[in-house]
């Protein structure tokens, strides 16, 4: 199964059969295409071209093909009791004089007959080359008539099959005889082969077609140039790997880069991100300390204030009281009284320079002669006093302003 799944990767489902018919002055191409479809194998489209060039235009996304030479390069003879004999001894039986090295041969053993066709190896590799320039790819090959075994047995009830180049008579699904065939008198009939309609002038490249899919029998069929066709197929494989694999290798390194930048691009936002949060830190960090500092110093001048004012309230509240009589009692002594009452987000308001004292007394005389005392002390500039009588007790507020 995978190895069915390799070669329609590499192969396809279309399957070109290229036969070479006529001579120089007079070239016949006959191609077949073939596709497989549902496992039933159909004929595609079938041209007559002169040229080369040709092909191609009939098939421009045309990758392989097999070729079949049956044209006036190939030379064709019969020899009699051949099973028995190896391939060089039948070739050189057939052909006593020819140098072996130069041609390409291909051997066809039907009971007792064997069937040799040869050509030049010059003119083969030339021809193939020819393919290649067009970009077809000649993955296999045939000499004559040899593929037309290929369909035997699917023409049991058929005696005689006519094609361009030979005329093949058949007997219980089996080659009688291949006889070569001038091309004057060459009848082109139909012929039904497992339900596909096809013409004698089609039906080598059917037969090479057929092959290509269900392979050849290595027991009929013999040549010299299996090594040459292997390599063929070799070269066309790596083509292949290599044109299918590249697009595939870029995709896959396209989705990497892209993966990869989607992923840097992601950790680059968030380093970004943590970048600006620290750089905010930082500026954070510095405005803080700044204030901090600005506190400090805020800190301990309002301490230094505190304690400073904290001593002259000591010196003060004791300068007051040192010569208060005994009869004056005193409710409250406020140091820098508040202008207002505290309210939020408001500041602070107090009497800097004055200092308030309330109090009771039963002897007036004592509480003026205090008054007096006070206005005599040396931070004090002036001093008022409010008075208010209930019954025997004398209630007062003492208002001190201290020089500046």
Request: hydrophobic share 40%; aromatic share 8%; net charge neutral.
């Amino acid at each position: 199964m995978l190895d069915g799944v390799k070669r329609n990767i590499i192969y396809g489902n279309t399957y070109c059969c290229i036969e070479h018919l006529g001579s120089d002055t007079d070239p016949v191409i006959k191609t077949l295409v073939c596709k497989k479809q549902k496992g039933e194998l159909e004929v595609f489209g079938k041209t007559e071209v002169a040229t080369i060039k040709d092909v191609r235009a009939f098939d421009e996304k045309l990758k392989y093909a097999h070729l079949i030479i049956n044209n006036h390069q190939v030379l064709q003879k019969t020899v009699e009791n051949g099973q028995s004999l190896s391939e060089i001894v039948i070739v050189n039986q057939a052909f006593p004089n020819i140098d072996v090295d130069s041609f390409y041969y291909e051997i066809l053993r039907v009971k007792e007959k064997a069937y040799v066709y040869i050509c030049r190896k010059k003119y083969v590799d030339e021809l193939i080359k020819s393919y290649e320039k067009e970009r077809i790819f000649i993955t296999q090959w045939n000499l004559g008539s040899t593929s037309i075994h290929t369909l035997v047995p699917f023409l049991k009830n058929q005696v005689v099959v006519h094609t361009p180049a030979a005329t093949v008579s058949l007997s219980n699904g089996e080659i009688q005889s291949i006889d070569r065939l001038a091309s004057a008198t060459f009848q082109n009939e139909y012929y039904d082969i497992e339900g596909i309609k096809i013409e004698g002038d089609y039906i080598n490249t059917l037969g090479g077609a057929i092959g290509i899919v269900g392979g050849v029998d290595d027991d009929q069929v013999a040549t010299n140039f299996s090594k040459e066709v292997l390599l063929k197929q070799a070269n066309f494989k790596q083509y292949r790997f290599f044109a299918l694999g590249l697009p595939l290798a870029l995709g896959t390194l396209l989705i990497i880069l892209l993966v990869n930048f989607l992923i840097y691009n992601h950790y680059y936002t968030e380093v970004a991100v943590l970048q600006e949060i620290a750089t905010t830190n930082t500026l954070q960090k510095k405005r803080l300390v700044k204030k901090d500092s600005i506190v400090s110093q805020k800190q301990k001048l309002f301490e230094d204030v505190i304690a400073s004012a904290s001593s002259s309230a000591s010196y003060f509240i004791d300068a007051i009281a040192s010569d208060m009589p005994h009869t004056i009692l005193l409710e409250k002594l406020q140091y820098q009284p508040l202008e207002k009452k505290i309210r939020n987000n408001k500041p602070v308001q107090v009497e800097v320079s004055n200092i308030i004292i309330t109090g009771e007394t039963t002897v007036n005389k004592d509480l003026s002669s205090w008054v007096s005392s006070l206005e005599d002390l040396e931070f004090i500039e002036r001093a008022s006093m409010n008075i208010e009588k209930k019954g025997k007790n004398i209630h007062f507020s003492i208002t001190l302003t201290m020089k500046s």
